[in-house]
């Protein structure tokens, strides 16, 4: 393409007032690019604030099913759902993370029930499960055992789809873990089951209010989930991930955190030409709420501004703790 200089063009012609501005935009923000998070505890008509993500709240199941109607009104079309598990069901086999009657498995039925138009996602990973706070079943060593781990998460699949989820989401970076959720779910007749890989997932610093949220922190210590998720200096290998989990049978796939990794989202994107989702994740919602409360930052501007990022790089939509609010301002 060859420019023409100036005068003959001028940039800021495109530029020079809003109709012009819209008709040109190359990215646009609709409530169906969203996926809202949401943290659900036991208990009645009871929320809970988490201290380092403002404006987040547990919620039992009864507010749960309120929230979904009210993004479902929204046009935002699923919500995925993590649930808040008392230390006293987290064991070394987490056998919590399989039990139908489990707070998501509840969870997800309710809202399959009550607010059938809106999608429901899950995340298959032992980590509100484990008494030590991995995402899978810890060794003697401390290690991490990949094919133990994927006994197990089969299992907790499995569950989920008798109790209704649409979207499975594993997020544990088992190796292999998606072929045999894949096959499991098509020996069970479930075969518009969707999963959602996070095949992308690093090693990220950005998860630690997500911890807080869930409880998880505490049990993990200080340890850390590097023999698993990705290193952050990484990408070429997000592009082997992403082959693996499709080859298995994954319908779509999400890279996590988000905003660090917009160059792995675009990446992936044109690699691959499938679905692709970005995470926003707690830590970036963190923040973006910390500036925004002491007023360093406009809320409605940098909110729209990073989530329209997504867009640009690639993504289909973004799973965002902003979404709810964000689908308020757009419509
Ligand atoms: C659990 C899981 C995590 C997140 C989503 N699923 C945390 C982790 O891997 O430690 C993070 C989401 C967020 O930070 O918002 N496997």
Same mark, same amino acid.
């Given at each position: 393409?060859?420019?023409?200089?100036?005068?003959?063009?001028?940039?800021?012609?495109?530029r020079?007032?809003?109709f012009?501005?819209?008709?040109?935009?190359?990215?646009?923000?609709?409530?169906?690019?969203?996926?809202?998070?949401?943290?659900?505890?036991?208990?009645?008509?009871?929320?809970?604030?988490?201290?380092?993500?403002?404006?987040?709240?547990?919620?039992?199941?009864?507010?749960?099913?309120?929230?979904?109607?009210?993004?479902?009104?929204?046009?935002?079309?699923?919500?995925?759902?993590?649930?808040?598990?008392?230390?006293?069901?987290?064991?070394?086999?987490?056998?919590?993370?399989?039990?139908?009657?489990?707070?998501?498995?509840?969870?997800?039925?309710?809202?399959?029930?009550?607010?059938?138009?809106?999608?429901v996602?899950?995340d298959?990973?032992?980590?509100?499960?484990?008494?030590?706070?991995?995402?899978?079943?810890?060794? &003697?060593?401390?290690?991490?055992?990949?094919?133990?781990?994927?006994? *197990? $998460? #089969? /299992?907790?699949a +499995?569950?989920?789809?008798?109790?209704?989820?649409?979207?499975?989401?594993?997020?544990?970076?088992?190796?292999?873990?998606?072929?045999?959720?894949?096959?499991?779910?098509?020996?069970?007749?479930?075969?518009?089951?969707?999963?959602?890989?996070?095949?992308?997932?690093?090693?990220?610093?950005?998860?630690?209010?997500?911890?807080?949220?869930?409880?998880?922190?505490?049990?993990?210590?200080?340890?850390?989930?590097?023999?698993?998720?990705?290193?952050?200096?990484?990408?070429?290998?997000?592009?082997? &991930?992403?082959?693996?989990?499709?080859?298995?049978?994954?319908?779509? *796939? $999400? #890279? /996590?955190?988000? +905003?660090?990794?917009?160059?792995?989202?675009?990446?992936?994107?044109?690699?691959?030409?499938?679905p692709?989702?970005?995470?926003?994740?707690?830590?970036?919602?963190?923040?973006?709420?910390?500036?925004?409360?002491?007023?360093?930052?406009?809320?409605?501007?940098?909110?729209i501004?990073?989530?329209?990022?997504?867009?640009?790089?690639?993504?289909?939509?973004?799973?965002?703790?902003?979404?709810?609010?964000?689908?308020?301002?757009?419509?």
């Amino acid at each position: 393409m060859s420019e023409t200089g100036y005068p003959t063009t001028r940039m800021r012609r495109l530029r020079s007032c809003d109709f012009i501005r819209r008709m040109v935009s190359e990215s646009n923000l609709t409530p169906a690019d969203f996926i809202q998070p949401i943290f659900v505890c036991e208990g009645e008509n009871y929320r809970e604030p988490i201290a380092s993500m403002p404006g987040i709240d547990r919620l039992s199941i009864d507010l749960l099913i309120e929230k979904s109607r009210k993004l479902r009104d929204l046009g935002i079309p699923a919500i995925a759902v993590f649930p808040v598990v008392s230390k006293s069901k987290k064991t070394k086999w987490a056998e919590e993370s399989y039990n139908p009657d489990g707070l998501a498995q509840r969870a997800i039925s309710a809202v399959r029930e009550s607010v059938p138009e809106i999608g429901v996602m899950a995340d298959v990973a032992l980590d509100p499960f484990t008494i030590d706070g991995h995402d899978g079943i810890s060794n &003697e060593d401390g290690y991490v055992e990949n094919d133990v781990t994927i006994d *197990v $998460i #089969v /299992k907790q699949a +499995l569950s989920q789809a008798r109790a209704g989820v649409q979207i499975i989401a594993p997020s544990e970076m088992m190796d292999g873990r998606v072929g045999a959720i894949r096959q499991a779910l098509e020996s069970e007749g479930f075969h518009n089951v969707l999963i959602l890989s996070y095949a992308v997932k690093y090693a990220s610093a950005f998860y630690g209010p997500f911890r807080d949220a869930v409880g998880s922190a505490s049990e993990l210590g200080g340890r850390d989930k590097r023999t698993y998720q990705m290193d952050p200096a990484n990408s070429n290998e997000a592009i082997r &991930e992403v082959a693996l989990d499709l080859a298995e049978g994954a319908d779509m *796939v $999400i #890279v /996590k955190p988000g +905003l660090p990794y917009l160059d792995v989202v675009r990446r992936v994107k044109s690699e691959f030409n499938v679905p692709t989702f970005a995470y926003q994740v707690s830590g970036e919602y963190a923040m973006l709420m910390a500036a925004i409360q002491n007023g360093w930052l406009d809320e409605r501007k940098v909110i729209i501004e990073t989530l329209s990022a997504f867009k640009r790089a690639g993504g289909d939509g973004v799973l965002s703790y902003f979404s709810e609010r964000a689908a308020e301002w757009i419509a």
